[in-house]
């Protein structure tokens, strides 16, 4: 029994009424498909660079733009040289999302730039022309840090000043982590920053097993580090390092007087150069082997200072530590009496905004008061906690009259100026009409959050509408018409065609040597760029392990050959049996070696290298496309 044949009796239908049901499915999202089809969306121009890079070391700078433009200006890149660029390059993508079919495409433009001096730098906004109409970038802000001071120190031409130098040797002195502390002297619930990065002048590959403090004394807040966060360079005490965010969070001292974070550790994995075991000759950095060492990293201790709030507090100090501001809102200040009125209170500043106690609002005793309904909004940053806290009161007043609800005031310390300071706010005067309801014949509305025994009295009958209904005539019926027949028509000739294509379709999947044939120029396609990627990244290795894999995945699905019966051996017999040329034949042999070579070649024009690789993969694909001969 065939694949297909035992999945359609799993299922409890034919290969007919599959065929049909399939069709009409596909039917119904094509014309969902005209209705929802969408055009390109907004025009979008951004511009991206590293946040920091370093003088004499070169760094891309790119516009991204998903429409094809012209007339690209750049700004003035002020402390900065264009050693090479425009490199454009362009991709696109289709997805059909719950019948939407979103088309997206990029083009790129890539510029080399070389740091010059020192200093923060601002790259304003390029321009490009799309439709006529002209788009601005946003602004990148780029700090350039100094050389290293060993470097600057060095004369003659073999300094390579911009560059991070990488050792071999693991020491405190190219391997260690800092706990950064934003403040060591502070104020009791005065938030405090503290950041463990990791400084390398080594080649890290991975980080394990960290072991934080679980800072006693302390309320801690995360603040949230990126996901897809890298190595970036950084100057330390006049060198230059690849640093790390490992660990950052808020902190919010609850005790007084000197107060010591124990230290955090972890394991650090270098890649190192293996230990030779002869001695060493000019072709040794063609040959050379590296190993992983775990290095056990450990930090000092961080010490601060925490100071108590000064006495005596004030009777409504709110616990907040920082800043803060008050304001009320009123939903009316008239009303007829058993009509509910909402007061709002907002709270907005930074600090231990977590600390913050509800304000009470005094009310009249004829105020029928619920509980109040609270909404916090608070944010956690690399300048700390920071946001609002919205109360909102439900009040109801049974009997008419004037009434005031008084003046609030509440205090805070502010870090600022050392000091408690009080919000205020004004008194509220309402005035209370007599309604329609009153006594024990008013109702009684639900309260906020969930009031028990909510009953609404007196309202058996209620809302009878008197006027003349409105009478809509029936809409027009759309079977029979003109449309329905074109429509049934189209749709019966998609089906038919549909049909003969799906069964078409059918049996070449079922043919899974001939699936692989079709699509090996296609999936060689894909790994190339992948390929392309990691060459514009200059990521050496990863390069040419991708060319390999889709030199020889190719090989692969052409020629219906597991890889791993691929060899050097019996490629020139196998590519000869499908009629591709010997020099074909020899031009992919020496492409292999040539990959081979430049994947563990340390010396040598590097970029150039690769683009040759990529340039020939490209060719001999398209070549061996058109020449090997179907089985």
Same mark, same amino acid.
């Given at each position: 029994?065939?694949?297909?044949?035992?999945?359609?009796?799993?299922?409890?239908?034919?290969?007919?009424?599959?065929?049909?049901?399939?069709?009409?499915?596909?039917?119904?999202?094509?014309?969902?498909?005209?209705?929802?089809?969408?055009?390109?969306?907004?025009?979008?121009?951004?511009?991206?660079?590293?946040?920091?890079?370093?003088?004499?070391?070169?760094?891309?700078?790119?516009?991204?733009?998903?429409?094809?433009?012209?007339?690209?200006?750049?700004?003035?890149?002020?402390?900065?040289?264009?050693?090479?660029?425009?490199?454009?390059?362009?991709?696109?993508?289709?997805?059909?999302?719950?019948?939407?079919?979103?088309?997206?495409?990029?083009?790129?433009?890539?510029?080399?730039?070389?740091?010059?001096?020192?200093?923060?730098?601002?790259?304003?906004?390029?321009?490009?022309?799309?439709?006529?109409?002209?788009?601005?970038?946003?602004?990148?802000?780029?700090?350039?840090?100094?050389?290293?001071?060993?470097?600057?120190?060095?004369?003659?031409?073999?300094?390579?000043?911009?560059?991070?130098?990488?050792?071999?040797?693991?020491?405190?002195?190219?391997?260690?982590?800092?706990?950064?502390?934003?403040?060591?002297?502070?104020?009791?619930?005065?938030?405090?920053?503290?950041?463990?990065?990791?400084?390398?002048?080594?080649?890290?590959?991975?980080?394990?097993?960290?072991?934080?403090?679980?800072?006693?004394?302390?309320?801690?807040?995360?603040?949230?580090?990126?996901?897809?966060?890298?190595?970036?360079?950084?100057?330390?005490?006049?060198?230059?390092?690849?640093?790390?965010?490992?660990?950052?969070?808020?902190?919010?001292?609850?005790?007084?007087?000197?107060?010591?974070?124990?230290?955090?550790?972890?394991?650090?994995?270098?890649?190192?150069?293996?230990?030779?075991?002869?001695?060493?000759?000019?072709?040794?950095?063609?040959?050379?082997?590296?190993?992983?060492? &775990?290095? $056990?990293? *450990?930090?000092?201790?961080?010490?601060? !200072?925490? @100071?108590? +709030?000064?006495? =005596?507090?004030?009777?409504?100090?709110?616990?907040?530590?920082?800043?803060?501001?008050?304001?009320?809102?009123?939903?009316?200040?008239?009303?007829?009496?058993?009509?509910?009125?909402?007061?709002?209170?907002?709270?907005?500043?930074?600090?231990?905004?977590?600390?913050?106690?509800?304000?009470?609002?005094?009310?009249?005793?004829?105020?029928?008061?619920?509980?109040?309904?609270?909404?916090?909004?608070? &944010?956690? $940053?690399? *300048?700390?906690?920071?946001?609002?806290? !919205?109360? @909102?009161? +439900?009040?109801? =007043?049974?009997?008419?009259?004037?009434?005031?609800?008084?003046?609030?005031?509440?205090?805070?310390?502010?870090?600022?100026?050392?000091?408690?300071?009080?919000?205020?706010?004004?008194?509220?005067?309402?005035?209370?009409?007599?309604?329609?309801?009153?006594?024990?014949?008013?109702?009684?509305?639900?309260?906020?959050?969930?009031?028990?025994?909510?009953?609404?009295?007196?309202?058996?009958?209620?809302?009878?509408? $008197?006027?003349?209904?409105?009478?809509?005539?029936?809409?027009?019926?759309?079977?029979?018409?003109?449309?329905?027949?074109?429509?049934?028509?189209?749709?019966?000739?998609?089906?038919?065609?549909?049909?003969?294509?799906?069964?078409?379709?059918?049996?070449?999947?079922?043919?899974?040597?001939?699936?692989?044939?079709?699509?090996?120029?296609?999936?060689?396609?894909?790994?190339?760029?992948?390929?392309?990627?990691?060459?514009?990244?200059?990521?050496?290795?990863?390069?040419?392990?991708?060319?390999?894999?889709?030199?020889?995945?190719?090989?692969?699905?052409?020629?219906?050959?597991?890889?791993?019966?691929?060899?050097?051996?019996?490629?020139?017999?196998?590519?000869?049996?499908?009629?591709?040329?010997?020099?074909?034949?020899?031009?992919?042999?020496?492409?292999?070696?040539?990959?081979?070579?430049?994947?563990?070649?340390?010396?040598?024009?590097?970029?150039?290298?690769?683009?040759?690789?990529?340039?020939?993969?490209?060719?001999?694909?398209?070549?061996?496309?058109?020449?090997?001969?179907?089985?």
């Amino acid at each position: 029994m065939s694949q297909r044949a035992f999945v359609n009796e799993e299922l409890g239908i034919s290969n007919e009424e599959l065929f049909i049901v399939m069709c009409e499915v596909f039917i119904v999202h094509c014309a969902l498909c005209i209705v929802h089809c969408k055009g390109a969306d907004d025009v979008k121009f951004t511009a991206s660079a590293p946040q920091r890079v370093i003088v004499g070391q070169p760094f891309q700078l790119v516009f991204s733009v998903n429409e094809n433009g012209k007339n690209l200006r750049l700004p003035d890149v002020k402390g900065f040289e264009i050693i090479a660029g425009p490199y454009t390059s362009t991709s696109s993508s289709t997805q059909i999302i719950n019948g939407d079919i979103r088309t997206s495409k990029e083009v790129r433009y890539t510029y080399t730039l070389l740091p010059e001096k020192e200093g923060d730098y601002q790259i304003q906004s390029a321009t490009i022309v799309v439709k006529k109409e002209k788009y601005y970038s946003n602004v990148l802000n780029i700090k350039v840090l100094p050389e290293d001071k060993a470097s600057q120190s060095q004369q003659g031409g073999n300094s390579q000043s911009g560059q991070i130098r990488q050792t071999q040797s693991i020491t405190s002195e190219n391997l260690f982590i800092r706990p950064i502390i934003s403040r060591t002297k502070i104020k009791e619930q005065e938030a405090v920053v503290l950041t463990y990065k990791l400084y390398a002048r080594v080649d890290v590959t991975n980080i394990q097993s960290p072991k934080f403090p679980d800072f006693k004394g302390f309320l801690v807040q995360e603040i949230e580090l990126p996901q897809d966060r890298t190595m970036q360079p950084d100057n330390y005490e006049g060198v230059n390092y690849y640093t790390y965010d490992l660990r950052k969070v808020l902190l919010f001292p609850q005790e007084t007087g000197k107060i010591s974070i124990e230290p955090m550790s972890c394991d650090v994995i270098v890649r190192v150069r293996s230990a030779q075991q002869r001695p060493r000759s000019i072709f040794d950095d063609f040959f050379d082997t590296y190993q992983e060492v &775990s290095k $056990t990293v *450990t930090t000092s201790k961080v010490n601060l !200072t925490v @100071e108590p +709030l000064p006495q =005596p507090k004030p009777a409504d100090f709110s616990g907040v530590v920082g800043k803060l501001s008050l304001s009320t809102k009123v939903s009316a200040t008239e009303v007829e009496s058993n009509q509910p009125i909402t007061i709002t209170l907002k709270l907005q500043g930074s600090g231990n905004l977590k600390m913050l106690k509800n304000p009470t609002l005094q009310f009249p005793q004829d105020f029928e008061a619920y509980e109040p309904k609270v909404t916090n909004n608070f &944010s956690t $940053t690399a *300048t700390g906690l920071s946001g609002s806290k !919205t109360i @909102e009161y +439900l009040v109801i =007043p049974r009997h008419d009259g004037d009434f005031v609800i008084p003046a609030l005031t509440l205090s805070y310390f502010d870090v600022a100026s050392d000091s408690y300071k009080t919000l205020s706010t004004e008194e509220i005067n309402i005035r209370v009409n007599k309604g329609a309801q009153s006594g024990s014949n008013a109702p009684v509305v639900s309260n906020f959050t969930g009031q028990e025994k909510v009953e609404v009295l007196a309202t058996d009958i209620r809302y009878i509408n $008197t006027s003349a209904p409105k009478i809509k005539p029936a809409e027009r019926i759309i079977a029979g018409t003109m449309f329905f027949w074109l429509f049934y028509i189209i749709s019966l000739v998609i089906t038919i065609g549909l049909i003969i294509i799906f069964r078409k379709q059918a049996r070449d999947n079922a043919n899974v040597a001939l699936m692989r044939n079709k699509k090996a120029n296609k999936v060689a396609r894909r790994r190339l760029k992948v390929a392309e990627r990691e060459y514009k990244a200059a990521n050496k290795d990863t390069f040419y392990d991708e060319i390999l894999k889709a030199l020889w995945g190719y090989l692969s699905d052409k020629l219906s050959i597991p890889v791993s019966e691929l060899n050097k051996d019996n490629i020139s017999l196998r590519l000869s049996q499908r009629g591709v040329s010997e020099e074909v034949i020899a031009e992919f042999m020496k492409l292999l070696n040539d990959c081979e070579f430049e994947r563990y070649a340390p010396i040598g024009n590097k970029e150039s290298a690769m683009r040759h690789t990529f340039e020939s993969t490209e060719k001999l694909i398209s070549t061996l496309e058109s020449t090997v001969k179907k089985v």
